[in-house]
């Protein structure tokens, strides 16, 4: 019996020494950084940003908007149709912003 509760006594005091380390380790590496992480800065924009700044090339009413192709890279497409009577697509590049192609019709 004092057997077990000196084995339990140490179990649990290996069990305190390795939570404390890996609670001073998640603390520690949870301090603010300078930067945000890397998914935050590689996400990319979204449809919605894609079709307000194909508005603002290009004013009128936005049709659809959808993910597609175009010079081999992933894009957003969006039609418009504009105010200047031309309909619009307008292709980004959905990991960059990056305007890819824009075709009036």
Do not use: C, Q
């Not at 339990?8 to 609670?23: E, H, I, S």
């Amino acid at each position: 019996m004092i057997v077990r509760k000196s084995l339990l006594a140490a179990v649990l005091t290996l069990a305190t020494t390795f939570a404390t380390a890996a609670l001073a380790s998640d603390t520690k590496d949870a301090a603010p950084s300078a930067s945000p992480p890397a998914a935050a800065t590689t996400a990319g924009i979204t449809k919605e940003h894609a079709v307000e700044m194909a508005l603002k090339a290009h004013p009128g009413e936005m049709i659809k908007a959808y993910k597609d192709g175009k010079n081999g890279k992933e894009t957003w497409e969006v039609k418009i149709k504009g105010d200047d009577g031309k309909k619009w697509e307008v292709y980004y590049d959905i990991k960059t912003g990056e305007l890819v192609a824009e075709e009036a019709r």
